[in-house]
């Protein structure tokens, strides 16, 4: 089993940055990938940014590929998303998730969420206009 508990979250103007934190406990070495999804109102989970933790390739949705990114302390049992040039579009709630089978042979299942296994319980990002 995998604990994840996020931090981080709260309210930006647009153009803000936030860094959100996941703490990650128990088996933490089962997991193979971690990464951040989230979820407006109304609307389907979807991936935003994910890691192989064991060669550090990181993966980002096209929405938010250069403004934000994704990191791992390994000592710490932390991951990371550093959110720059926050739009409104990125009000939503991000969660932090952990798979620990297999490796994934295709890049855009590494942002898919029905192949992450645990998840935290969230936190909220709103950004205003």
């Known amino acids: 089993q995998v604990q994840l508990v996020e931090s981080g979250g709260g309210s930006v103007q647009a153009g803000g940055s936030l860094r959100l934190s996941c703490a990650a406990s128990?088996?933490?070495?089962?997991?193979?990938?971690m990464g951040w999804f989230r979820q407006a109102p109304g609307k389907e989970r979807e991936g935003v940014a994910t890691?192989?933790?064991?060669?550090?390739?990181?993966y980002y949705a096209d929405s938010v590929k250069g403004r934000f990114t994704i990191s791992q302390d390994n000592a710490k049992n932390t991951l990371y998303l550093q959110m720059n040039s926050l739009k409104p579009d990125d009000t939503a709630m991000y969660y932090c998730?952990?798979?620990?089978?297999?490796?994934?042979?295709?890049?855009?299942?590494?942002?898919?969420?029905?192949?992450?296994?645990?998840w935290g319980q969230g936190t909220q990002v709103t950004v205003s206009s």
């Open positions: 998730a952990a798979r620990a089978l297999g490796v994934l042979p295709r890049v855009i299942q590494t942002l898919d969420p029905v192949n992450f296994g645990y």
């Open positions: 128990g088996y933490t070495y089962s997991s193979i990938y």
């Open positions: 890691i192989y933790t064991r060669g550090g390739n990181t």
